[in-house]
């Protein structure tokens, strides 16, 4: 077995030593680029829709796509990584996911786009949680809070980055550099992996769960593509949005009704069985309905309540990121230290406090410009406290080798939460809006402020479920003959 073959070694003693860092550092371009890349194109499908000759509700797919394609291929991370190795998964899905960007830029109508968009979508599903799983095996748990916020601070700069790339990209060139730009971070990343990531063991899965993939890489992206559809029609009662909503919940309860009965089953539901990573995988619900509503609520209230461009709204929306990215490496600290119980419990009271201030302060359209970029920096950090910790605590009650399931199931349910959040803000703002755009974003941040309540009584729940867990001297990392 060669070094690239082997797994990492999880690191020993308290210090991380450089090999560890080193090794999330090449992780972060994974994520990097499949959050760059949904931010960019965003920003560019009006560009995109009249260089294409594609009206509006045809050139929405080319972000649609990316984000069903993306809930198609998580069901699938968790037994790809036993069946390849984690470290071979992330590496295939880098590629694809570059050469799907370059094939991007030369799509020569939209509905080419679209296809390449949907194996986008497919690799970026794969890469996120893979990435994770290599970070979690090669630390291990005590040291896992430090790590893993470093893939955190990739994942908040990107789409607060996104906007303001993607209008200089679009002032200056055509809109296919917004795919052209992934091309030289998916090359290096590409390089770097090669060198430095572990393969990982290959073949310890089971033969795939074909009818239970069906049921899930059916049900999921359909629940997705509803709640999504839910914030572009306005109401729960349309068709397209109720159609896909009752068949996707309809095949995720046949999925899991159907594994909890198999030997060898897709994913490994019976992690739930622990209280800890149900508490966990609650509050991962609420604190993505946070996370991803922030970082839609908050453009769409620069373009509309204070008429800021594109530019502008970019330049102002990276008080968020920034407030993310500084926080993060504490409370990746203070999660290794105290335990994301508390870490996120005080994170969402934070994200409370902060949330109210908008709700009485940010809603004013003459609201001091200066007092609205320090309270994003605050949201910003808050949110990662409230976002990070529930899933760091969800790996930790695993075995390194359960981890490929772990951070695809944590992965799901936080993205369905950002979605569920995303699409309620969404049709807040949109109806709000005829009584006027004051009445329309102070309903939304009673909606946040909702949001981060919840996300409050669930990483309680958490860090009252860790402490009876200690009480006990219950293990919270189980070993397989356990």
């Known amino acids: 077995m060669t070094r690239a073959d082997a797994p990492a070694a999880p690191a020993t003693g308290d210090r991380i030593g450089w090999p560890v860092w080193r090794l999330a550092l090449v992780i ?136 303001v790339v993607g209008g200089l990209v679009l002032h200056a060139l055509s809109w296919e550099w917004l795919f052209l730009i992934n091309l030289p971070i998916g090359a290096i990343g590409l390089l770097l992996g090669l060198r430095y990531v572990p393969r990982g063991e290959r073949g310890g899965a089971a033969p795939l769960d074909w009818w239970g993939f069906v049921w899930i890489g059916g049900g999921l992206p359909l629940l997705v593509y509803a709640l999504t559809a839910w914030s572009s029609a306005g109401t729960m009662a349309a068709w397209p949005v109720l159609a896909p909503l009752v068949l996707g919940v309809a095949g995720l309860t046949v999925f899991v009704l159907r594994t909890r009965r198999r030997a060898n089953p897709l994913m490994d539901l019976g992690l739930y069985r622990r209280p800890v990573y149900v508490a966990a995988s609650g509050a991962a619900v609420f604190s993505g309905a946070l996370m991803f509503g922030a970082a839609l609520v908050f453009p769409l209230y620069f373009e509309i309540l204070h008429h800021d461009g594109v530019i ?86 695993v075995h390194p080798d359960q981890l490929p399931d772990a951070t695809t199931q944590v992965n799901i349910v936080q993205r369905i939460g950002g979605a569920l959040g995303g699409s309620l803000y969404t049709v807040t703002i949109a109806n709000g809006l005829e009584a006027g755009e004051e009445h329309a974003f102070r309903g939304v941040f009673w909606w946040l402020t909702g949001s981060a309540v919840l996300a409050l009584i669930c990483s309680q729940w958490l860090r009252i479920t860790l402490h009876r867990a200690r009480t006990t001297r219950e293990p919270l990392e189980r070993t397989d003959e356990q």
């Open 28 to 163: 972060v371009f994974g994520a990097f680029a499949s959050g760059l890349d949904a931010s960019l194109t965003n920003i560019g499908l009006d560009t995109i829709g009249a260089d294409l000759h594609a009206g509006l509700a045809e050139v929405q797919w080319v972000a649609t796509a990316y984000i069903v394609a993306l809930a198609v291929s998580l069901p699938l991370c968790g037994w790809l990584g036993r069946r390849l190795g984690p470290g071979r998964l992330w590496l295939m899905a880098l590629v694809a996911f570059t050469i799907a960007s370059g094939l991007c830029a030369a799509a020569p109508d939209v509905g080419w786009l679209i296809a390449l968009r949907v194996v986008q979508g497919l690799a970026a599903g794969l890469m996120v949680p893979a990435g994770q799983t290599i970070i979690g095996q090669a630390v291990g748990a005590a040291r896992l809070g430090r790590v893993m916020s470093t893939l955190g601070i990739a994942a908040a700069l990107a789409p607060t980055l996104g906007p």
């Open 312 to 397: 502008g709204t970019g330049l102002r929306m990276l008080a968020l990121g920034i407030g993310t990215a500084v926080a993060l490496p504490l409370t990746g600290r203070l999660t290794d230290r105290y335990g994301g119980g508390l870490v996120a419990t005080w994170g969402s009271v934070a994200a409370l406090a902060t949330t109210i201030a908008f709700l009485f302060v940010g809603a004013d359209a003459n609201a001091d410009p200066v007092l609205i970029e320090v309270l994003l920096v605050l949201l910003g950090a808050s949110v990662a406290a409230t976002a990070v910790p529930p899933g760091i605590a969800a790996y930790q009650t």
